[in-house]
């Protein structure tokens, strides 16, 4: 078991769905060699996220949300019941989404002892390209310093999610 904290970015090379990847990129050039950190970044991983997962003590996963309803940038910390619940929902065509890695790894019982879920919501329209977009640029620089003022107090173990699970839906699903 280990007593790193993990941050895994979650996403794709595809316009704002890279917020993820942009998270670790950012904290990975502000936190150097930190030793009580790991920093992943992982390309739409599915089942693969589990191996991630097992052992750990504690993991923070970062996506992107779809909305319609809340506007690019917004940052979301769905509870994993929650996330069920919007998962079963919006489950993709292509792949196992961040819902099903989660409630196969709470079945077999490989979940963190703690798990945070951090999301930062996306429109529908910058798919193609590798920036991104303004507002979606403005809630990660947040969502950054959020968890480097965390680290600095030593605020890592103030939030544990127990219960089902669910999806950010990194490119397949909604949640809001």
């Known amino acids: ?15 704002d769905d890279r917020l993820g990847w942009t998270v670790i990129e950012r904290l ?21 996220l589990i191996d991630y997962l097992a052992g750990e003590t504690e993991c923070w996963l970062v996506d992107a949300v779809k909305s319609e ?3 690019p940038g917004c940052y979301l910390q769905p509870g994993l019941d929650q996330l069920l619940q919007a998962g079963s929902a919006t489950t ?3 792949g196992v989404g961040l819902a099903e890695a989660l409630n196969l790894a709470g079945t077999l019982g490989l979940l963190p002892q ?6 930062i919501t996306i429109g529908t329209t910058n798919i193609v390209g590798q920036d991104l ?24 173990h ?7 699970v669910g999806s950010l839906g990194s490119s397949s699903g909604s949640s809001d």
């Open 1 to 15: 078991m280990s007593d790193k904290l993990k941050i895994i970015g979650i996403g794709s090379p595809n316009g």
């Open 28 to 48: 990975s050039e502000r936190l150097g060699e930190r030793k009580d950190v790991e920093l992943i970044a992982l390309d739409r991983p599915g089942v693969g």
């Open 69 to 71: 309803r809340k506007a």
């Open 92 to 94: 993709g065509s292509h």
């Open 114 to 119: 703690r798990l945070e879920l951090h999301g």
């Open 133 to 156: 977009s303004l507002a979606v640029n403005t809630g990660v620089n947040r969502l950054v310093e959020r968890f480097l003022e965390r680290l600095e107090k030593n605020l890592v």
């Open 158 to 164: 103030t939030a544990t999610f127990n219960g089902g």
